[in-house]
């Protein structure tokens, strides 16, 4: 098994061109990376997924995004503003990709009132992926909660197009009511697959809901892995993460194969205007030094 900064730290940043200007000037940082270039995308497919989501299919003008598991894209309004989004479907698809956007503020809101034929802005894409070359050969145990399953999903799906590289894969989804679950269609598909396990929970059912009720943190003692050949990916609300972690810890999972996204924190996405700190000894930025990490990384972060 690789060091798993191999991938962590891979060469997925923009390279930056730095140029000193004469005395008294500020230094111009000079960004020659082609990511940053703002691209036009058109809404090829739109859906109201939940009264708070929805998701939208992408096609840019200029090729395919080129993007990797885990990574995201900055959306630009034009005229209103621009927000960071995790990319929810897989590098395998190509053409266009998919984002899944919760709304939340004055871009988000704005943006769910697009519809197909509709043009954004697109920069990226950005951000460490998940490790998926040091993931190879091993089993997955994915813990998806709430919205946490939109950038999960690009790297399940990946697993799916690609399962022999893969060993054994569970999958545990977590969500308030049966009604916020989202990417129904494709949940019950996973549900389905002999070579997946796959159960979900809800805070609370309806009558018509059969399945399990309780906290996702319920369903982990269940599950059987192998520690020294599992890596167990974690996204959801950031209430979560302690506990879940602190459930994986007991099954001698080792730290460094605890993944994370805390796509929660991301900003601007260039680590500059300061909103993506993470409050940790080595002040991680989000945005550039993430949004994937693995948990003896981020351990000592006051807060996830």
Avoid at 178 to 186: I, S, V
Avoid at 214 to 242: A, C, D
Avoid at 250 to 273: A, F, N, V
Wanted: contains cysteine.
């Amino acid at each position: 098994m690789r060091p798993l900064h191999e991938d962590l730290h891979g060469p997925h940043q923009p390279q930056r061109n730095f140029k000193r200007p004469c005395k008294g000037k500020f230094m111009k940082e000079e960004i020659v990376n082609s990511n940053w270039k703002l691209r036009k995308g058109e809404i090829i497919a739109a859906k109201q997924m939940t009264s708070a989501e929805k998701w939208f299919d992408i096609k840019l003008d200029d090729g395919e995004l080129d993007h990797e598991p885990g990574q995201f894209v900055q959306v630009e309004l034009f005229g209103i503003g621009e927000v960071p989004i995790s990319i929810c479907s897989s590098p395998t698809k190509k053409g266009s990709f998919e984002l899944c956007v919760r709304a939340a503020g004055r871009v988000t809101n704005e943006m769910h009132k697009l519809d197909v034929g509709n043009y954004v802005g697109i920069r990226g894409p950005f951000g460490r992926p998940f490790p998926v070359r040091v993931m190879a050969g091993n089993d997955l145990f994915f813990v998806a909660g709430g919205l946490g399953i939109a950038p999960l999903r690009s790297l399940i799906n990946y697993v799916m197009d690609n399962r022999k590289d893969f060993g054994k894969v569970d999958i545990l989804l977590g969500c308030r009511t049966p009604q916020d679950m989202l990417f129904g269609d494709e949940v019950a598909g996973w549900e389905k697959r002999l070579d997946v396990n796959f159960s979900c929970t809800v805070d609370r059912g309806g009558p018509d809901w059969t399945g399990n009720v309780g906290l996702i943190t319920t369903l982990i003692p269940g599950v059987t892995i192998i520690p020294e050949r599992t890596f167990s990916v974690v996204v959801g609300p950031p209430v979560m993460y302690k506990f879940v972690i602190n459930e994986l810890l007991k099954k001698d999972l080792p730290e460094r194969q605890i993944i994370l996204s805390l796509e929660r924190h991301m900003k601007c996405g260039m680590g500059k205007c300061g909103h993506c700190q993470i409050d940790h000894p080595k002040n991680y930025y989000c945005c550039k030094d993430g949004p994937t990490f693995s948990y003896d990384e981020v351990k000592e972060a006051k807060k996830l």
